[in-house]
């Protein structure tokens, strides 16, 4: 079946600093999500994104379907985008499967 | 997102017991979905529904049992609670006919002792 891999497994960021998240997936996907868990066990939807480049504040995202893999940008981070950021593929038997997920520490 | 609600939303329970774990959609989708989460992993998919007649196995389905009554209603059960079971469960919904972007709800933390 379809492997889902995300990089960095773990992060530690000052606060204000840039980072960069990547998904990378072994086959052909119908869609990718990105998904943000807070500390509190909250799963958020962050990106809806299966081609292309989304903005959405301090974050955004792109995909390259061609090359299977997708990249979330978080700027000028913040203490509140701690936790664990999850990828998401739809396979195009309509499985989804998650991504092992990167935890993000973002510090004062 | 609290058009997905689930319910206990805590559950302790004793090896042998049956379980049922239930979610309520009020978005109006068509596409319903149970996931397992372990500590420090991903969710993994258990059953998935595509409407009331069309129920599918996920990754792991042993062990676990479904039943959509209606759109909004999407129940789990667990025949026979095991230690191993022991997890983080969210219900997810998705609207096919537009983005099928998934939407969770809040979780329901099982422990079986």
Not at chain 1, 43 to 58: A, C, D, M, V
Not at chain 2, 59 to 87: H, M, W
Not at chain 2, 91 to 97: E, G, R
Request: net charge positive.
């Amino acid at each position: 079946g379809i492997q889902v891999e995300q990089s960095p497994p773990d992060l530690i960021l000052q606060e204000g600093a840039n980072s960069t998240l990547r998904c990378n997936f072994s086959d052909s996907v119908n869609n990718l999500q990105w998904f943000h868990q807070n500390p509190w066990g909250q799963l958020i939807n962050l990106f809806y994104i299966p081609s292309g480049t989304k903005q959405n504040g301090r974050l955004s995202a792109t995909t390259v379907a061609t090359e299977r893999y997708s990249l979330l940008y978080i700027s000028s981070s913040q203490t509140t985008d701690s936790g664990v950021y999850f990828c998401a593929v739809k396979t195009s038997y309509d499985k989804v499967i998650f991504g092992p997920g990167t935890s993000l520490s973002v510090i004062p | 997102d609290a058009d997905v609600t689930q319910t206990p939303r805590n559950r302790i329970t004793k090896t042998g017991k049956r379980i049922m774990l239930e979610c309520s959609q009020t978005k109006g989708h068509d596409r319903m979905y149970w996931y397992r989460q372990d500590p420090g992993l991903g969710l993994r998919l258990i059953y998935y529904s595509f409407d009331v007649k069309d129920i599918n196995k996920g990754e792991i389905s042993d062990g676990y049992s479904v039943s959509r009554q209606a759109q909004a209603k999407f129940s789990l059960s667990l025949e026979s609670a095991i230690p191993n079971q022991t997890a983080l469960y969210f219900c997810a919904t998705s609207d096919f006919k537009r983005t099928d972007t998934q939407y969770f709800g809040p979780g329901t933390r099982l422990t079986v002792l």
